[in-house]
C-alpha cells in the first residue's frame, strides 16, 4: 500500500513558476508510476502526465508541454512537479496519483491519490 502526501501549492502570478512535491509511504515505491492530475473549478478532473517508476519515462499533456517537468527521486520516495511559465488556466486542485499496473490517461488506473494542492495562477 502507498500513501501520498502532497505539498508546495500557492497562489502565483501568470508567468511564474511553483513546485508541487509528492511524497510516498510504503515500500517498492519504484514499482509505481506517478500520475499527475488537476481539476478546476466546475469542470472535470484533467490527466496532466505521468513519470514511470524508473523515472526513465515522462508523458505530458499538450498544454503543459514543454512547461510542466516531472521528476522523481526514489531514494527519498518523493516525486516532483515542476511548473513554469505559468497561466492563469492553470489555476486547478492537482493531485498525484500511483499506479501499480502502468501509467495512463484514466484516473482509474491508479490506485492511491494524494490530498490534493491548490494553485491559483493570477493575472
Known amino acids: 500500500q502507498v500513501q501520498l502526501v502532497e505539498s508546495g501549492g500557492g497562489l502565483v502570478q501568470a508567468g511564474g513558476s511553483l513546485r508541487l512535491s509528492c511524497e510516498a509511504s510504503?515500500?517498492?515505491?519504484?514499482?509505481?508510476?506517478i500520475g499527475w492530475f488537476r481539476q478546476a473549478p466546475g469542470k472535470e478532473r484533467e490527466f496532466v502526465g505521468y513519470?514511470?517508476?524508473?523515472?526513465?519515462?515522462?508523458y505530458y499533456t499538450d498544454s503543459v508541454k514543454g512547461r510542466f517537468t516531472f521528476s522523481r527521486d526514489n531514494a527519498k520516495k518523493m516525486v516532483y512537479l515542476e511548473m513554469n511559465s505559468l497561466k492563469p488556466e492553470d489555476t486547478a486542485v492537482y493531485y498525484c496519483?500511483?499506479?501499480?499496473?502502468?501509467?495512463?490517461?484514466?484516473?482509474?488506473?491508479?490506485?492511491?491519490w494524494g490530498q490534493g494542492s491548490q494553485v491559483t495562477v493570477s493575472s
Open positions: 510504503g515500500r517498492t515505491f519504484t514499482n509505481y508510476d
Open positions: 496519483a500511483a499506479s501499480i499496473t502502468a501509467a495512463s490517461r484514466r484516473g482509474d488506473a491508479y490506485s492511491y
Open positions: 513519470i514511470t517508476g524508473s523515472g526513465r519515462f515522462t
